[in-house]
């Protein structure tokens, strides 16, 4: 089948009659999974790569890991590997099925003390060298189990034979508000990571871990669900995501001494960190939720490329001119939840003359509430009278129209104000609730989509829009935070707000079939809850709330390790107060992704406003490309506090390189772009129209690029080569 150290455990799929150990070989395209089961203990992952790579290795991470009420774990510890369950699990069967473009691996196995019986599915393309994964414990046994924990998928296998677990580097990043997708890469064993205590010396088994959690609705507002382990010394990488709106813990473990020590565990919500636990009575069964691996010979960038292809994958049956359509959105830095009609008809002009090609009316339309703060009063959404006298909203929607321009607008339907009139129209259990009362965060009650009333108000809501303004383009957002969950109707706070997350998921993906048509963005505070549950049915992530242009590069440069660059939204917000090279920093933010206009473009003088105009038509012209493209960082990942950030984009035909700065005048920026590119191969694509940056070849294959200015100031290449 293959030539590679893979062939024989791939040929082999058969048991030794005598050792009693089953090797198990999986190839789905250029991905090679090897596993290997015996008699005394659970499945483990020995090999994965590819197939000139994938190597047996002496893993002994078992691929499942469950605690149960009773029968936690089977070594004292807070993490979330040893468990009882998982240690008993033994292989019963497995089984291969192929499809056009993918593949799918299922293994089975049983634990004889609880009657559980587990199965782990893969499914993966034939063209990508990754795999997407979920786990579904059923109770075959006589009684009930309490579930407290459940793996979506753990792994050992992350070095080869010779290779070494010193060399390993993590790479893991942190959101904030504002500060979204700041990455940090770090030795595995180092002062902030794992510790190597000597565990042969001291005959004491690894305890510790290096772990990222989220606790609920807020899914990227803390840690984030993407990491890379990464082998400096070879450049082996592999690369996971954690696929879920809710809580999701992963963690990195040094499970035993010797070079195959670490393994990887990926879990949703659990008992230790978010309230979780379920019964399962016989009969009864309980999917984790999905998670995916990436791996790559090629470091952190060449993992992160095949997760990118592999979200592209995921999202196959979604149609790629949705994420094409150019919006402008009047809240950043402009109107910022205050429209009325007076205000936006000048805006609507002047975006429709600068190229965009949809107009988002965002928070305030709903707004008749009279109060200075309209925040807790949201949730009927009917629009305003007294912000659109004179025709109404109406009026505004059909100036967009008339201008050549879709339709868009805010909402923000999971909430409800406390002040809003159908907080007392829904029945309390239409909420999340804990202990017999709603959830209150912010003075905003949480609606609960597993209700059927919480689910017909959103619905009304919707139908009665589209019918009334035939809206193109809706911008959902989420402002707050659930906390833990709701108990009602649930056999812990962690399970109904799980119940809840995939009620929500479920409505998105009802509400877009219902509306083909009509765009999508997700937005969370900005991007707090970018995760990929959403990403695979959204069309557009926001990706910051950040208000200030100086700041915005380190998002945007960081956002592609977590976003698909044709959904990662972009702000650019230039103003009239804006020096030129001021509007072309901000522009270059939005063009470095997809393009989220913003700002008075009605009061620019004609050269400001041509240079808006010349992003977005750039912006046009390359798109078809971005939503190709795979990222690299020419100046390593973004620091929030450099004083200069670059971002490729690498498509098949084309290359787009993103560099800011805003520092000293004398600086030389050195980026990496591959050996065969000189400066001679870097051609400016915006700003044209000012002083160009001077570019020469440096040392070790670097090209030095020279502002030649302090300050703000920014550029888009394109690599053409000779």
């Known amino acids: 089948m293959y030539d590679g150290p893979a062939a024989r455990a791939l040929t082999d799929n058969t048991s030794d009659p005598l050792s009693g150990i089953r090797h198990i070989g999986w190839a789905a395209g250029s991905l090679v999974l090897l596993f290997k089961a015996s008699k005394d203990h659970p499945v483990v992952l020995s090999g994965l790569g590819g197939a000139e790579d994938a ?7 078992p691929i499942v890991e469950v605690i149960a009420t009773g029968d936690g774990r089977a070594r004292t510890t807070t993490r979330l590997t040893n468990t009882g369950v998982g240690s008993r699990l033994r292989y019963l069967e497995h089984s291969m099925h192929n499809e056009p473009g993918e593949e799918l691996l299922a293994i089975v196995q049983a634990d004889a003390v609880t009657g559980l019986r587990v199965t782990t599915t893969f499914i993966a393309s034939t063209d990508v060298r990754a795999v997407r994964v979920v786990t579904t414990v059923h109770n075959d046994g006589g009684h009930p189990v309490v579930l407290e924990a459940v793996s979506s998928f753990a792994f050992g296998a992350v070095v080869n034979p010779g290779e070494s677990t010193k060399d390993l580097l993590v790479h893991s990043g942190t959101g904030e508000q504002l500060a979204e997708n700041r990455w940090t890469a770090r030795p595995l064993w180092s002062q902030t990571a794992l510790a190597d205590f000597n565990a042969a010396f001291t005959k ?28 400096s010394a070879t450049g082996r990488s592999i690369a996971w995501q954690i696929e879920h709106n809710g809580g999701w813990r992963w963690e990195v473990d040094n499970v035993r001494e010797g070079e195959d020590s670490v393994a990887v565990i990926l879990l949703g919500p659990e008992d230790l960190d978010h309230h979780w636990s379920e019964e399962l009575n016989p009969g009864d069964s309980f999917t984790s939720v999905p998670v995916s691996l990436a791996v790559s010979t090629d470091g ?19 149609d790629a001119d949705r994420g094409s359509l150019l919006v402008y959105n009047d809240f950043m830095n402009t109107l910022r939840g205050n429209p009325t009609t007076e205000r936006l008809l000048p805006l609507i002009s002047a975006a429709a003359a600068a190229g965009a090609e949809c107009f988002c009316i965002d928070a305030g339309w709903h707004d008749d509430s009279g109060l200075a703060d309209w925040w807790p009063t949201v949730g009927e959404w009917i629009p305003s009278v007294n912000r659109f006298p004179d025709g109404g909203l109406a009026r505004v929607i059909t100036a967009i129209r ?61 139908d009665r829009l589209v019918e ?50 009509v765009i999508f963005e997700n937005c969370g505070s900005g991007a707090m809850r970018a995760d990929f549950a959403m990403m695979e049915l959204f069309d557009l992530q926001s990706t910051s709330d950040q208000e200030d242009f100086v700041l915005y590069p380190a998002i945007a440069a960081g956002a592609p390790v977590q976003i698909l660059p044709e959904q990662a939204g972009n702000w650019a917000y230039p103003q009239p107060t804006m020096s030129q090279e001021e509007i072309a920093y901000t522009m270059v933010s939005g063009l470095s992704a997809r393009l989220y206009v913003s700002g008075f473009l009605d009061k620019m003088e004609d050269e400001q406003f041509a240079l808006v105009r010349d992003a977005l038509t750039l912006s046009k012209s390359i798109r078809d490309d971005i939503a190709m493209s795979v990222p690299a960082w020419p ?3 973004p620091d929030w506090y450099a004083d200069s950030i670059a971002l490729a984009l690498r498509a098949p035909d084309r290359t787009f390189v993103y560099v800011w700065h805003r520092g000293a005048e004398d600086a030389e920026l050195s980026l990496h772009l591959g050996a065969d590119v000189r400066a001679r191969h870097l051609v400016e694509q915006h700003p044209r129209t000012l002083a160009p940056w001077t570019a020469a070849d440096g040392p070790d294959n670097s090209v030095i690029l ?16 000779d």
């Open 635 to 637: 100046m390593s990942l």
């Open 300 to 318: 952190f960038e060449g993992a992160i490329a095949e997760l990118t292809r592999h979200r592209r994958w995921l999202r196959r049956n979604r």
């Open 204 to 231: 004491q088994p690894g305890r510790g871990s290096f772990e990222a959690v989220s606790t609920s609705t807020w899914t990227t507002g803390r840690a984030l669900p993407t990491g890379v382990l990464e082998n």
């Open 55 to 61: 190597h047996v290795t002496g893993a002994t991470q």
């Open 402 to 462: 008339d201008a050549g321009m879709k339709v868009g607008l805010w909402l923000e339907p999971e909430v409800i104000g406390v002040q809003s009139p159908i907080a007392t129209t829904l029945p309390d259990a239409a909420f999340l609730q804990r202990h017999g009362r709603r959830v209150v965060e912010h003075e905003r009650h949480f609606l609960d989509l597993r209700h059927p009333a919480a689910r017909g108000h959103l619905d009304a809501a919707f």
């Open 706 to 721: 020279r502002p030649g200015q302090a300050g703000m100031t920014a550029r888009v290449y394109e690599i053409i080569q």
């Open 468 to 517: 009334a303004f035939d809206v193109d383009f809706f911008k959902l957002d989420y402002n707050v935070n659930v906390g833990p969950g709701t108990d009602y109707e649930a056999f812990s706070v962690g399970a109904g707000l799980l119940g809840h997350n995939r009620a929500h998921l479920a409505w998105v993906a009802g509400l877009q079939r219902k509306y083909p048509r």
